[in-house]
């Protein structure tokens, strides 16, 4: 799901920041979970008291390529976060769901839940890990600080706290995001292959 995902992947893009910016690099990593955070709130918002079932997932599998190209256009302009009530209010998208026979608001509120469990899924079984890792790697760092120029020190050191500042800021947005039920759970791992695999 490589443009429905990219809202996850944007925060890590601040990762790569250069160490050197240093508190401006922090400042734009903290400002950039704020707007993950309330873009999270949002979409759990949008998605409050629908669930989606078997023919719901096949649906969208089915129809994702058709949806993006509607939807491409409203994405925010360099944040690619989709403006999903934008998509809702859109002739263009309600005239192609009318042409599917699809409720235009009940299928895009079931197709964004689907998208927001995933994200949670993936951000959960992902970010313990994530953080060990930032945490083996800041020991091995300072392990190796007497054999490195002070300055090549600093920025690694920088990049990495920069690194765990985005992980945070993950970990606080994804719990605005909706729990999935047992059965949701069972249809993301049944499907998984086919949702992963769309572009």
């Known amino acids: 799901m490589k443009n429905l995902c990219l809202a996850l992947l944007s925060v890590?893009?601040?990762?790569?920041?250069?160490?050197?910016?240093?508190?401006?690099?922090?400042?734009?990593?903290?400002?950039?979970?704020?707007?993950?955070?309330?873009?999270?709130?949002?979409?759990?918002?949008?998605?409050?008291?629908?669930?989606?079932?078997?023919?719901?997932?096949?649906?969208?599998?089915?129809?994702?390529?058709?949806?993006?190209?509607?939807?491409?256009?409203?994405?925010?302009?360099?944040e690619e976060y989709v403006d999903f009530n934008a998509i809702l209010h859109d002739a263009e998208y309600r005239s192609?769901?009318?042409?599917?026979?699809?409720?235009?608001?009940?299928?895009?509120?079931?197709?964004?839940?689907?998208?927001?469990?995933?994200?949670?899924?993936?951000?959960?079984?992902?970010n313990a890990e994530e953080q060990s890792d930032m945490q083996a790697q800041l020991e091995e760092l300072e392990k190796m600080k007497e054999h490195m120029g002070e300055e090549a020190y600093q920025q690694m050191k920088q990049a990495m706290t920069d690194g765990t500042l985005a992980m945070q800021g993950m970990e606080d947005a994804y719990r605005n995001l909706p729990v999935p039920t047992d059965a949701e759970k069972a249809l993301l791992a049944k499907y998984a292959a086919q949702l992963m695999n769309l572009e």
């Open 12 to 78: 890590f893009v601040l990762i790569t920041v250069s160490p050197a910016a240093g508190q401006s690099s922090r400042d734009d990593i903290a400002a950039s979970n704020r707007q993950f955070e309330e873009w999270t709130k949002r979409l759990g918002a949008f998605v409050t008291g629908v669930r989606f079932d078997e023919a719901d997932v096949q649906s969208f599998i089915r129809l994702y390529d058709d949806f993006t190209a509607i939807g491409n256009e409203h994405y925010d302009a360099g």
């Open 96 to 126: 192609w769901a009318k042409s599917k026979n699809l409720d235009y608001d009940l299928w895009l509120r079931k197709t964004m839940r689907i998208i927001a469990v995933m994200m949670r899924t993936e951000i959960e079984a992902n």
